[in-house]
């Protein structure tokens, strides 16, 4: 059983490139969340989908875009990435009330 | 103020100490807890969930008081693997789904 799984797991981007970072869980679980962690600093909520076909901002959604393009995946995008965006992030999903569960990060660093 | 509260120590402890660590939460309509462990640059791993009559698994004791909003987690004889930070999460009702609001961690640092 693989989980949450995320791709790429490293990449190294010039500003102004875009990308996406892809998230896929097999769980069956209705919502997903894209965070971000940089050093030293908590989890910080970028994106979630409550379940399939939405999507709402979390605290830090400037510069990011998300799409949940069915139950399984939800993929995170950066149209024009800026060196303050050089951070980890983190994938998650859940259903209801229950605990989340995470990929295990794409480490992005911005030149 | 934050919603979810912790001290981000660290906490340096000898191995075999046993050490606990607490985790506020300032909403009284958080419904359920949850502790988790993160290694440095590793994702965040559930560790246990708090069950409002406490709940042990094996050296880990975590605890809900509801009346002090407050969990803890307690770890007796510590090993120098449980070395990490621990992440609280709370999660709350709220416009008909639930918001899931984790704590900035607390450090460990298991001493040899």
């Known amino acids: 059983n693989a989980g949450v799984t995320q791709t790429p797991k490293f990449q190294v981007l010039k500003t102004g490139q875009s990308m996406t970072l892809q998230c896929a869980q097999d769980?069956?679980?209705?919502?997903m969340y894209w965070y971000r962690q940089d050093p030293g600093m908590g989890l910080r909520l970028i994106y979630y989908?409550?379940?399939?076909?939405?999507?709402d901002k979390g605290e830090v959604p400037n510069g990011y875009n998300v799409s949940r393009l069915n139950k399984r995946e939800f993929s995170l995008r950066l149209e024009s990435a800026a060196p303050s965006q050089t951070s980890v992030y983190f994938c998650a999903s859940r259903n209801g009330d229950q605990p989340q569960h995470f990929g295990d990060g794409t480490r992005l660093s911005i030149l | 103020r934050k919603e979810v509260e912790q001290d981000p120590g660290p906490f340096n402890v000898p191995e075999g100490a046993t050490v606990a660590f607490n985790c506020t939460y300032s909403?009284?309509?958080?419904?359920?807890f949850f502790w988790y462990r993160q290694d440095c640059r590793k994702e965040p791993k559930l560790l246990m969930s708090?069950?409002?009559s406490g709940n042990e698994d094996g050296r880990f004791t975590a605890q809900l008081n509801r009346a002090s909003q407050y969990i803890s987690l307690l770890i007796r004889d510590s090993k120098l693997s449980d070395s990490a930070t621990y992440l609280c999460a709370v999660n709350r009702p709220t416009s008909g789904t639930y918001k899931y609001i984790f704590g900035t961690g607390t450090r460990l640092k298991v001493l040899a």
């Open positions: 708090v069950y409002s």
């Open positions: 769980m069956n679980h209705n919502s």
């Open positions: 909403n009284s309509a958080s419904q359920s």
């Open positions: 989908s409550a379940s399939e076909g939405t999507t």
